[in-house]
């Protein structure tokens, strides 16, 4: 049954890719030289393609009319012709594109274009969408505008297939995609890993770029749920910019402004600024922050160019664990805005990321490109967090003192490039990095018992969720008590061939070898001045050694493309999950090995003006650990580290991704996504005896139920209209929807807990919210005003059983802008 709803969605997608008439142009570009210009984007209204590697373009009119096309890219000057048709296929002569080096274009992403004839560089290969055996998916910055995002997660309600599993205490987004949670290494910016901490910042980013399943292939060790980079925008050869003052519910202010320029016929630059400044819906809560992105563009030549990236952060706001759980559950009658941290909390968050990255074009088919990256980023924070109340509402509120430094360092190379053998086409990529990271993690002593100001106590008071009444309000006296260093280093070097064995069959391999190391952390203890190396030792005082992680990750796909709008794709990755403890000779564990399956199928529709892309995907971890039931020696194991590779996950689920701008100033983004990750075989339960010589037993988790912080089912879909003619003339309507599906917070329970009737699962029902906006563009003017959630709706997200956050309730955002 399945196969025949697969078969009979691929023909009426191919039906309607080629029933739509239309008009094309063709023709070749070139240098006055006489070279062949790729990556040249020609555009006429809502349509655009880009020139092939040969210089050759087509363009898809669906009008018979004259028009006008346009011609623009990096390092030549833009040239608009008038064109009429000549029939169905209109061939134009050459033409020959003047250099240019004061005026460099940026390919303008129009609207929610098809993204499968866009390169992303998530992707790193210079490869276009539809010959990746991936799912895809990009949120540019018209959808960034459009909605008025301000941070990561606003924009990843976005993607399909990624969903916000918790917001811990409002200090940090944590993300599931595929069943995966996308940990600090599965996030990007200009291609660098960075850290998620502090919230990332929005105003500056032109794109979001979402590479779904494994991608160990290019990055390494990354978690197999998605990895994704956050595209900032560039400086441009032209003088211009925009500022804005975005004003919304609950006193917030963000004034922001972008400007750039040259400063020489070689030189561009681009600053943006902004801060914002709000209260909220939840009482006592405050955020303040600053942000600054200044970027730099030096073009050596027409074939090579530097690109500085820098940008701060600075984000303090109060830390906010929720409403609480109530016996372990959601309690709907502690209020939507009850605070229930303690007096004075606080989490300040400094973020610095720098990097600088060069481009060469060696020749039309080979192109190197070097990144050099750093990021320095600090937290100190304050405050209660792990709040649980009994039955009568009452929870003892314990304080918690902590301070993070961490500088991260990023080395990369990517070389692509084509090549023939025989009548074979080859589209290569090699590749290597590097990162060094390392972690300062200071503890405190906190003296929270008044009745003894030298000894050191994390217990401040009581609280009633019903009745929150402060008892106290005196901040604690604290000390440093020690810090903890931590470093880890990656290495890896990779190999990717596109091979093009005819128009229709390419065939995508590829292999990497990943090399990670963390040393022994050291350990500062204030009291005594002395600095000590950490030795990893078992439960009986053995050194365990230092942990390294070694694995390859190889990737083989089959493309088919039966039309030139359609791809059918199978493919097979895997990436490497690192294991903490050891076995039962003491070692280090290795890694996990996790194998993704994926087929899917691309299309676009009415000239490539609107996509539609289905993925379905299976991931298996058949080298799980768990507790080991014996040790070597044949005894009951009762150390929870010693483990062995004995359990079993899988992941499996579909999404479509539908966006286009099918009628001019008409654009739709939506989609759909479903996901089922749990155990597939744990550990059964096992009766031992402990250290203590008593009777104990231990259990793997219950099997096929859903994992703890995935969702079943998640949607979304984007409607704006502009007019585009008439007095009216700019106005513009919209409307979004987002639908998060039942999900499981608590704790997955274990055989045992099944066994004696215990659930330590809370199911949290599903939720959506309505947005509707409206806005009017005048000349350099816009405004745009939002109404989120509509309806009121009443929903949560929830880190284990105490983080309980409620999501916003109905809310407006207004932008006033003016661009120069």
């Not at 060469?360 to 600090?378: C, M, P, R, T």
């Not at 490497?576 to 996990?592: A, K, R, V």
């Amino acid at each position: 049954m399945k196969s025949k709803i697969f078969y009979a969605l691929l023909t009426s997608m191919t039906v309607g890719s080629v029933a739509y008439g239309q008009t094309t142009v063709k023709g070749k570009l070139t240098d006055s030289q006489g070279k062949e210009l790729s990556n040249i984007t020609i555009k006429s209204g809502n349509k655009q393609t880009q020139s092939d590697n040969k210089g050759y373009y087509q363009l898809y009119i669906p009008q018979n009319g004259a028009f006008e096309i346009s011609i623009s890219g990096i390092g030549y000057r833009r040239e608009t012709l008038q064109v009429n048709p000549e029939g169905k296929i209109t061939e134009l002569d050459n033409i020959i594109l003047q250099k240019a080096d004061q005026e460099i274009d940026q390919v303008d992403i129009i609207g929610y274009n098809s993204i499968n004839n866009k390169k992303v560089g998530v992707a790193k290969s210079g490869i276009d969408n539809k010959d990746l055996p991936q799912s895809v998916q990009i949120i540019n910055s018209q959808v960034i505008a459009d909605q008025q995002i301000n941070t990561l997660g606003d924009a990843l309600k976005n993607a399909n297939g990624i969903a916000l599993g918790a917001d811990r205490g409002g200090v940090n987004e944590n993300f599931f995609a595929r069943g995966y949670s996308l940990g600090s290494n599965n996030i990007f910016k200009n291609g660098v890993r960075t850290n998620n901490g502090g919230r990332m910042e929005a105003s500056t980013l032109e794109s979001v770029e979402i590479l779904k399943g494994s991608a160990a292939l290019l990055y390494g060790g990354v978690t197999g749920g998605a990895v994704v980079n956050l595209v900032t925008k560039k400086p441009k050869f032209e003088s211009g910019g925009e500022v804005s003052f975005r004003y919304g519910s609950w006193d917030s202010y963000k004034p922001t402004l972008d400007v750039y320029g040259p400063l020489s016929n070689k030189v561009a630059f681009r600053f943006i600024g902004t801060g914002q400044s709000a209260d909220s819906y939840r009482d006592i809560v405050k955020t303040e922050r600053v942000y600054v992105n200044p970027s730099v563009l030096y073009k050596i030549s027409d074939n090579s160019e530097l690109t500085f990236n820098f940008d701060y952060l600075r984000s303090s706001f109060t830390p906010d664990f929720g409403i609480g759980s109530v016996e372990g559950k959601i309690n709907n009658e502690v209020g939507r805005g009850t605070f229930l941290n303690v007096n004075g909390a606080f989490n300040n968050t400094n973020s610095t990321n720098g990097n600088v990255s060069f481009d060469h074009n060696f020749n039309e088919d080979w192109k190197i490109s070097l990144v050099a990256g750093l990021q320095n980023y600090n937290r100190d924070y304050y405050g209660s967090d792990r709040l649980q109340a009994n039955a009568q509402g009452l929870a003892s509120r314990a304080l918690s003192r902590s301070a993070t430094e961490e500088f991260t360092k990023n080395q990369q190379v990517n070389l692509t490039g084509n090549l023939n053998t025989g009548g074979v086409k080859h589209q290569l990529l090699f590749g290597g990095d590097a990162d060094q990271s390392a972690t300062k993690a200071y503890a405190y002593n906190i003296f929270a018992d008044p009745t003894k100001p030298s000894t050191p106590s994390t217990a401040y008071d009581q609280i009633n969720v019903f009745n929150p009444v402060q008892n106290r309000l005196d901040i604690p006296e604290f000390a440093k008590n020690t810090w903890t260093k931590t470093d880890v280093y990656r290495y890896g070097a990779f190999a990717q061939d596109l091979i093009s064995l005819t128009e229709k069959f390419k065939v995508l391999a590829g292999i990497r070898y990943t090399y990670q190391r963390t040393p022994y952390s050291g350990k500062f203890t204030y009291n005594t001045g002395v600095t000590e190396t950490v030795i990893n030792k078992d439960a009986k005082g053995n050194e365990v050694g230092a942990k390294v992680d070694k694995a390859w990750s190889p990737k083989f796909a089959l493309i088919y493309q039966p039309i030139t709008t359609s791809t059918i794709y199978l493919s097979y990755a895997n990436n490497f999950i690192s294991n903490s403890g050891y076995d039962i000779n003491y070692q280090p564990l290795t890694p996990s090995l996790v194998d993704h399956y994926e087929a899917g199928i691309k299309n676009d529709f009415f000239d490539g003006r609107f996509s539609a892309n289905l993925t379905a995907y299976r991931i298996n971890n058949n080298k799980f650990t768990q507790m080991a039931l014996v040790t070597a020696d044949g005894a009951a194991n009762g150390d929870t580290n010693m483990k062995e590779f004995t359990g079993k996950t899988a992941s499996e689920g579909i999404e479509l991704d539908l966006n286009g701008n099918i009628l001019p100033g008409l654009n739709i983004l939506a989609g759909y996504a479903y996901n089922f990750m749990r155990y597939t075989e744990t550990l059964d339960i096992y009766k031992y005896k402990n250290a203590q010589g008593q009777d104990a037993e231990t259990s793997g988790s219950e099997e096929g139920v859903r994992l703890v912080g995935t969702t079943a089912h998640t949607g979304n879909a984007t409607l704006f209209y502009t007019l585009q003619n008439g007095s009216l003339k700019g106005l513009k309507f919209g409307a979004s929807a987002f639908y998060t599906g039942k999900r499981n917070a608590g704790w997955n329970n274990s055989k045992i807990n099944v066994r004696d009737g215990v659930n330590r699962l809370i199911a949290v029902d599903p939720f959506t919210t309505f947005d509707l906006s409206v806005g009017y563009t005048a000349k350099r003017f816009s405004i745009l005003a939002k109404m989120a959630n509509i309806t009121d709706e009443l929903s949560y997200y929830i880190h284990e059983n105490y983080s309980v956050n409620p999501i916003p309730p109905r809310n407006f955002t207004t932008t006033l802008s003016y661009k120069f």
